[in-house]
């Protein structure tokens, strides 16, 4: 049986389950004593156990069978959480996470973790001395079900030789078991499931018969069950101990056949036959019963499964890439419409673009991502890190919902880990001085997502110690990022946002978590990069936030169209605050820079046909000129343009590999008219 059809599955399977271990040890954490908890956990590992078994990822099925076994034991009671034990029990989940990620990368999924291993095992085995060794849930199920089977009638049929085959292997010393699999009605993989309990089944004896047959096994063509004959020397305990490892196996029910039981299977049919012709009423209403409840629980779950599929990010490209194209081919025929002037065409183009605008929103919605497969592992990295740097502290998340395109939560990640480790490190205190403040121990951080327009604010806000002012300013004066002189000028925002500089770093002691002097730089290039930007709030002694705004998405966008001599550019409309008309005589001049007076803020003029070498056909002497105001944070800048033509949906194309780090150029796009227009990125031009 091909397995690799399975490895997506697998990989997306095994992240949920990891993430709800995750999630759940957390909660554990805070509620010790709830063994509703453990009992989560200890499925999510059970059915990870199973799928990395099957998918043939040994080590990976072998650290989570330990980290198993410890599990049960709590949940039987015979050991107490404490926090050495989740430490233990959390350090396992970090293992398992490399090693799916491994896996996804196209690895084995081998890692080295014997030391993890042996203290499961001593967890494991240090309790169980000092407890009574008590039956476990699962060996008290187990037990029951291998003195139950052996009652059970035969429920396969068996032609003359295979009767032959099954008597004699008897006589000869063998076991001649009838195996009964029960897989649980939510196994997606059944087919997975059938291949390792035969992989068992096979390694520990020959099977002799199988019903269903196996290649229906094979092609699912099955309920929940499936019945084997196999013929073994491995008593019937310990062959169900192994067929009840694999995950989503709901039971296992073992007869041993011998030729009495035959007899007795035969006797067993003609009374049947004579019972239910003399009453089959109670019988048969229970069978009607049940068959009913088994349609109703299937037409149920098939309707739960036609809600959600799976599909392929790079379906979703694909789809976007085909969208995009379209959009184009709509401003031709929006662009050919207007030039025609036909009453039957134009109407046609304008219903069309309707559509199609109905049509992109569903796209895009299609590619929209709950933040919280970003903000989901920061829960586990604050309390390894509260943990390292002996801190209290309590991270909220509030927003997790927010919905962010794709390509932006694939970038967001780190940015986010860097702002978070900064207000762990940085922001909040230690007990002894919050109590020394008069502030509770435990200090909190607050992760926030919310829309707002066409933008997602993400903000990290902590109740720490907020900027030290003066440290900062004499940081970055001596890093040389300001002069003594500039430095007086500055307001309290404009200092906080120095720690967005290059190689700042206010970090006394180098550890890991900070101080290495790769300063916040990197989250202010990679946000800016996104078409976004980082501001920051903070009172001293009080706390910070730290607040990032991002456009939904990134690849249609909406721009003004302006032109210089006969080129077009594209200026993007989330950076500008309104266009203007102004007059040579409003241009003045200070330090070298041509500038003017926008509503009481000196503005520096930036000259689009002098930063793009635009050639003119004739010395430019307007007594006017068309400016569009741009804004980057707190900066503004006025883009001087011949003229403007109008806002428009574009989208944005890359340059390709040929043309790469052009100059204050972010990409291209193919206008109606079947002109190129270059895409202006304004956050270069200011810096």
């Known amino acids: 049986m091909e397995l690799n059809q399975y490895l997506e599955m697998f990989i997306e399977e095994s992240k949920e389950h990891l993430q709800s271990c995750s999630d759940n040890l957390l909660e554990l954490e805070k509620n ?41 034991a709590i949940r039987n009671e015979k050991i107490h959480v404490d926090a050495e034990i989740l430490d233990v029990v959390f350090e396992s989940v970090d293992h398992l996470e490399e090693m799916v990620m491994n896996i996804a990368d196209g690895g084995d999924g081998k890692k080295d973790v014997s030391q993890t291993v042996a203290k499961l095992k001593r967890i494991e085995s240090g309790e169980s001395i000092q407890q009574e060794s008590a039956p476990s849930e699962t060996a008290a199920s187990e037990a029951a079900a291998t003195t139950t089977v052996l009652d059970n009638a ?21 076991n001649a078991f009838e195996i009964s699999v029960t897989l649980n009605d939510g196994c997606l993989l059944k087919a997975a499931r059938v291949y390792m309990v035969f992989d068992i089944l ?154 199609m605008g109905d049509l992109q929103n569903i796209v895009l919605t299609m590619r929209m991502i709950p933040i919280e497969t970003v903000f989901n592992r920061f829960p586990k990295m604050v309390r390894t890190l509260s943990r390292d740097l002996k801190k209290k502290i309590n991270l909220e998340i509030i927003g997790a919902e927010t919905e962010l395109d794709r390509t932006v939560i694939d970038e967001i990640g780190d940015p986010l880990v860097h702002l978070i480790r900064n207000s762990v490190d940085h922001g909040i205190e230690s007990p002894e001085v919050r109590r020394a403040k008069g502030k509770p121990e435990e200090g909190n951080v607050t992760l926030r997502a919310y829309h707002s327009g066409n933008y997602v604010f993400i903000e990290i806000e902590d109740d720490g110690a907020g900027i030290n002012r003066e440290r900062v300013l004499k940081k970055a004066i001596s890093k040389g990022i300001v ?89 993007p409309l989330s950076s500008i605050i309104e266009t203007s008309i102004i007059k040579n005589s409003d241009i003045l001049n200070a330090h070298n820079q041509k500038v003017i007076d926008f509503r009481g803020k000196v503005v520096p003029l930036i000259f689009l046909d002098e930063i793009f070498n635009v050639p003119r056909s004739e010395n430019n002497a ?46 291209a796009t193919i206008l109606g008219n079947g002109k190129v227009a270059l895409i202006v990125d304004c956050n270069a031009l200011m810096k």
Do not use: C, W
Request: glycine share 6%; net charge negative; hydrophobic share 40%.
């Open 483 to 571: 002069t003594k002189e500039s430095a007086l000028s500055l307001s309290d925002k404009q200092i906080n946002e120095l720690i967005l500089a290059s190689g700042f770093s206010t970090a006394e002691v180098i550890s890991d978590i900070s101080g290495r002097g790769v300063g916040l730089d990197v989250v202010k290039t990679t946000i800016e990069s996104l078409g976004g930007n980082i501001s920051i709030e903070s009172i001293e002694g009080v706390g910070s936030i730290f607040s990032i705004q991002l456009p939904l998405t990134l690849s249609i966008i909406s721009v003004m169209l302006v032109e210089i001599e006969q080129e077009i550019y594209a200026i």
């Open 154 to 174: 035969l429920q396969l049929e068996y032609d003359d030789f295979e009767k032959t085959v099954l008597l004699q292997s008897t006589e000869q010393g063998f």
């Open 202 to 355: 096979e390694k520990n004896g020959d099977v002799v018969k199988s019903s269903p047959t196996v290649d229906k096994l094979e092609e699912e063509q099955f309920d929940q069950d499936f019945k084997v004959a196999l013929i073994s020397q491995t008593d019937a305990e310990e062959l169900r101990s192994k067929i009840m490892k694999v995950s989503e196996v709901d039971n296992v029910a073992i007869t041993q056949i011998s030729k009495d039981l035959f007899v007795q299977s035969a006797l067993g049919e003609s009374e049947a036959s004579v019972e239910s012709a003399v009453d089959e009423g109670p019988i048969a209403a229970q069978v009607e019963v049940k068959k009913e409840e088994t349609n109703q629980k299937t037409a149920s779950a098939k309707h739960a499964a036609s809600k959600t599929i799976r599909v392929s990010i790079e379906r979703l490209d694909i789809l976007m890439n085909l969208f995009e194209e379209l959009v184009i081919d709509r401003g031709r025929l929006q662009s050919i419409a207007t030039e025609v002037n036909h009453s039957e065409l134009n109407e046609t183009v304008e219903r069309m673009s309707r559509t």
């Open 622 to 667: 307007d007594e006017y000129h068309s400016v569009v105001i741009v804004r980057k944070g707190d900066k503004l800048a006025g883009l001087v343009v011949d003229t403007f033509i109008g806002q428009q949906e574009i989208v944005l194309k890359s340059l390709g590999n040929y043309l790469t780090n052009i100059f204050a150029i972010s990409g």
């Open 32 to 72: 010790p004593n709830d063994l509703a908890i453990v009992n989560e956990i200890f499925r999510s590992a059970h059915t990870l156990k199973g799928m990395s078994a099957t998918m043939g990822y040994e080590d990976l099925a072998d650290l989570t069978h330990k980290m198993e076994n410890v599990l049960d």
